[in-house]
């Protein structure tokens, strides 16, 4: 079978094609034919070398983790209704024509949901729904997301909409804040404009006092500064849902309201947000990580249930921005790093 390998860390270009030993499935695993890989940006990281204390692969590897296919044959102690069965499933190696997974890994993909929408869920949509549920997001709760026109934030405006929460969008660009507009976002912020964290503060809530009103007699300092600081505290997010990190996540901190919960998951930018821990403490902001969006298999299934049965009734559309075949996987992951395009890529077989 044709497989997608990494060679050694660097670039795009240590992804080559090769062939490989079809795989066989053992006791208690099926064999999935795959009709679409999923792929996140961290895959391009690792690629490059980053990240080894959380994912220690060594090249050669065959990368990525999540596929959607049909069960094309099962192993002993396998029901062997599985098979013809289309599936989403984690794997290891996802880049492949045929995987392996235990039994207990795939999700049955709902009829009229097609596999390359269903593999564009694979990842993000669990990661979504899961930190949501993490974070407690609910009804009139005011959701900040930074980096909101990707494959998982697209998600995010959407779920937490149904949730009922007032999201405001942080976007890069006119095109990108277009589309993050489109799917729902209450209020979108250009984080390309240098006064980007203002603009998000008054879209949280109201523009803090007037300059006029700051400079009132002495006898009215004491009266301004409280309404400065409950302006301050007005115009902040119940939650911030942080899918950039590095220099733009830290300075969404501050917008989270005392009390709030902030959720450092993502590391496009070259690393999480390195948020201060006492300070947070201090406020009364919970903190959330990459460690909290780990979810064990049967957290997993569950949660891929949910947004593929959301999908399939037309209530969550994942954004696919591009599609590789397999054979041009090195091309998928520079268009990833590109930061040009909208959403997810998936690669096709």
């Known amino acids: 079978m044709r497989a997608a390998q990494v060679k050694a860390f660097g670039g795009p270009e240590v992804l080559t094609t090769v062939e490989l030993p079809d795989p066989v499935p053992g006791p208690g695993e099926v064999l999935i034919e795959v009709a679409h890989a999923d792929t996140i940006f961290v895959e391009t990281q690792v690629r490059t070398g980053l990240f080894r204390a959380y994912f220690p692969v060594e090249p050669p590897y065959v990368p990525g983790g999540g596929v959607a296919g049909t069960v094309t044959a099962v192993g002993a102690g396998v029901d062997a209704g599985w098979v013809g069965r289309r599936v989403t499933s984690f794997v290891t190696g996802s880049y492949a024509e045929r995987v392996t997974a235990p039994v207990t890994a795939p999700t049955p993909v709902p009829d009229g949901l097609d596999l390359r929408t269903a593999a564009a869920l694979v990842h993000d949509g669990v990661t979504a729904a899961g930190l949501l549920e993490h974070t407690a997001v609910g009804p009139g709760d005011r959701v900040l997301i930074l980096g909101a026109s990707g494959g998982m934030g697209t998600l995010l405006i959407q779920l937490a909409r149904a949730r009922g929460a007032r999201v405001v969008a942080a976007a890069r660009g006119a095109r990108k804040s277009a589309l993050v507009r489109e799917l729902g976002a209450d209020a979108v912020v250009d984080v390309s404009e240098p006064d980007w964290v203002e603009r998000a503060r008054q879209a949280l809530g109201r523009p803090e006092p007037t300059r006029a009103a700051e400079a009132g007699d002495e006898a ?42 902030f959720s450092a998951h993502g590391a496009p930018s070259g690393g999480f947000a390195a948020v201060d821990a006492a300070e947070a403490e201090r406020r009364g902001v919970t903190l959330f990580g990459i460690g909290d969006v780990q979810f064990g298999e049967a957290e997993a299934r569950r949660l891929t249930a949910h947004v593929l049965a959301e999908a399939a009734a037309g209530r969550l559309r994942p954004v696919i921005g591009a599609r590789f075949p397999l054979t041009e996987a090195a091309a998928a992951h520079a268009a990833i790093e590109g930061r040009e395009l909208v959403g997810k890529v998936v690669l096709g077989m």
Do not use: Y
């Open 220 to 261: 009215t300092t004491g009266t301004t500064a409280e309404a400065h600081a409950a302006a301050e505290a007005d115009a902040a997010a119940d939650v911030v849902l942080d899918g950039v990190g590095g220099e733009l996540g830290l300075a969404a901190f501050p917008l989270t309201a005392d009390g709030g919960r």
